[in-house]
């Protein structure tokens, strides 16, 4: 079998308040989150917002590094790219007893129809959850408003408590 190099960049940075870790790339079989959990402190803040993509495999590792990470302590969600939320969605073991701070949301601009990925803060901009109502932003190329592109319910199902 040919063993493929990790298409994953961890960067891991330890300090007083905790661990940060940052995820960039795509979240496959070769991924090997679960060697990095013994580098992590409480808290762990884990920034997702550039994950391109995340295959079944990678799934698989992914509820294996987040359960590892949680027998540890607090498990904070940065940033979640939309391939991540939409994890989330499908498949609850890859966020269940992880807090999720931020994350990414499709947005499009009703004038110039300009497409953007917007960062919501989640206590800040979706206190309700999902059936919060995702702010409006100006647009960054006309002055019209950039609005939420999706559903909010079926976006933001997995904010919701069991």
């Known amino acids: 079998m040919t063993r ?7 960067t891991i940075a330890n ?12 979240i496959d079989e070769f991924a090997s989150l679960g060697a990095h959990v013994g580098e992590l402190s409480p808290p762990l803040t884990v920034d997702l917002s550039a994950i391109d993509f995340i ?15 949680l027998d540890c302590g607090r498990v904070i969600l940065r940033g979640c790219s939309e391939p991540m939320v939409l994890l989330f969605n499908m498949a609850t073991v890859a966020v ?13 601009c009703t004038d110039c129809s300009v497409d ?7 206590a800040r901009d979706l ?3 999902s059936d919060s109502r995702p702010p409006t932003f100006p647009c960054t190329q006309c002055s019209g408003s950039l609005r939420f592109a999706g559903l909010p319910r079926r976006y933001l199902a997995f904010l919701e408590p069991e």
């Open 127 to 129: 206190a309700q959850g």
């Open 4 to 10: 493929f190099a990790s298409r994953l960049e961890v």
């Open 55 to 69: 295959n079944s495999e990678g799934v698989r590792e992914w509820a294996g590094f987040l359960r590892a990470a």
């Open 96 to 108: 269940d007893g992880a807090e999720v701070e931020s994350l990414q949301a499709p947005y499009a």
């Open 15 to 26: 300090g007083g308040d905790g661990t940060t870790m940052v995820l960039r790339g795509i």
């Open 116 to 122: 953007a990925m917007v960062k919501l803060t989640v």
